[in-house]
């Protein structure tokens, strides 16, 4: 019953993911927001009469029945806000969904999530960018996510693949369907070797609307964006933009100034809004993955005035580097305090910040 109670909190009339989270926060499950009386639901913020009568109401929970029916039958994976699964890059970004459906065998919360986006029209050179991009990142275990429309997007996953690189795509629908639908060879594999993810519960269209929202969630997972190519307008820019508002590192590739598909990346150069990539052999320097095959080491002797949970820090660095919001979700501790208990160990010349929020045992 507690999926049930999940999947009927995100489906509730007029309640968006802020409000949902504010339920969440009070009531602490989602059943006891179902089980709460009117005058405990006005009590929250974002919550007014009407919208407690659609709680109360319980289609919200009909609805999720029904949901669940199609759930059990695809095997669907239900990822909640509070789950230990749920993507944690996208948990840290306020407007992150509540609830997420996913099918697919890669790992949401991998050490090292690129995102890969660009025009619907992608030219030889993008083209070539994408290969370029995954025969680099392959030795790199990495997870390379976009949004399987045409273009750049179904170019990076197919280069992914081809590479043996997990790969997912996040729709703007339902995972009922495929949109397009000429890519559901493409989807198939990428279920065995990444995976399909969407906030949109079965029988969404892929309507207008739904698009940017996709956005969000393709850059709030990652650590990086990256923009291959991209016009002047279009959601390549939204989802950089996006990016940039999560304090997410974006790089971009350069075109030739008389070229329509490369007005954006210069766009987001000129306006640093974005670094330039002149290759994909870049990425891994800005990130600080050169050294990455070098097995960090934890010192003999720590300084005895370590508290314990810099000393679990430094355990969790040792198997590999990290990025922040990883390093948050692995520790269990708020990021404003993690971030003090970092500031220590880096005066100690204990790790180091490398660029993208990543943090790498000295």
Not at 117 to 136: D, H, N, P
Not at 268 to 285: C, E, F, V
Request: proline share 5%; aromatic share 8%.
């Amino acid at each position: 019953m507690s999926l049930i109670y999940k999947i009927a909190l995100s489906m509730i009339q007029n309640v968006g993911h802020v409000t949902a989270k504010h339920l969440l926060t009070h009531f602490i499950t989602p059943e006891a927001v179902f089980k709460a009386d009117k005058k405990a639901l006005l009590r929250v913020p974002g919550v007014g009469l009407i919208t407690a009568e659609h709680i109360l109401g319980k289609n919200a929970i009909l609805k999720a029945k029904e949901q669940l029916k199609f759930i059990e039958k695809y095997q669907v994976k239900v990822l909640f806000y509070t789950d230990d699964d749920y993507p944690s890059r996208l948990r840290n970004c306020e407007d992150a969904p509540i609830l997420l459906y996913y099918r697919g065998t890669a790992n949401l919360n991998h050490p090292r999530i690129i995102s890969i986006v660009g025009t619907r029209m992608a030219t030889s050179y993008g083209k070539m960018l994408c290969k370029q991009l995954a025969e680099v990142l392959a030795p790199y275990d990495v997870l390379i996510v976009s949004g399987l429309a045409y273009g750049i997007d179904i170019c990076a996953h197919q280069e992914s693949l081809a590479h043996g690189i997990p790969t997912v795509g996040v729709l703007a629908h339902g995972l009922d369907r495929m949109y397009p639908q000429v890519h559901g060879p493409a989807a198939q594999k990428m279920v065995l070797n990444g995976g399909l993810l969407t906030e949109f519960p079965p029988y969404t269209n892929p309507d207008k609307e739904n698009f940017p929202k996709r956005n969000r969630i393709i850059a709030g997972i990652s650590d990086v964006t990256i923009v291959v190519e991209a016009a002047s307008k279009g959601g390549a820019l939204i989802t950089a933009d996006l990016a940039n508002s999560y304090h997410r590192d974006v790089y971009a590739f350069p075109g030739r100034t008389t070229d329509i598909y490369s007005e954006g990346c210069n766009f987001l150069i000129k306006t640093n809004r974005a670094g330039l990539m002149s290759h994909a052999k870049d990425l891994p320097y800005f990130l600080g993955w050169d050294e990455s095959t070098v097995k960090a080491v934890l010192p003999t002797e720590l300084p005895a005035d370590l508290s314990e949970i810099e000393v679990q820090i430094l355990k969790v660095l040792k198997v590999s580097d990290m990025e922040l919001d990883a390093l948050t979700h692995q520790i269990g501790l708020p990021q404003s305090k993690l971030l003090l208990h970092l500031l220590t160990l880096e005066i100690e010349g204990l790790l180091t910040s490398l660029p993208g929020k990543r943090y790498r045992l000295n």
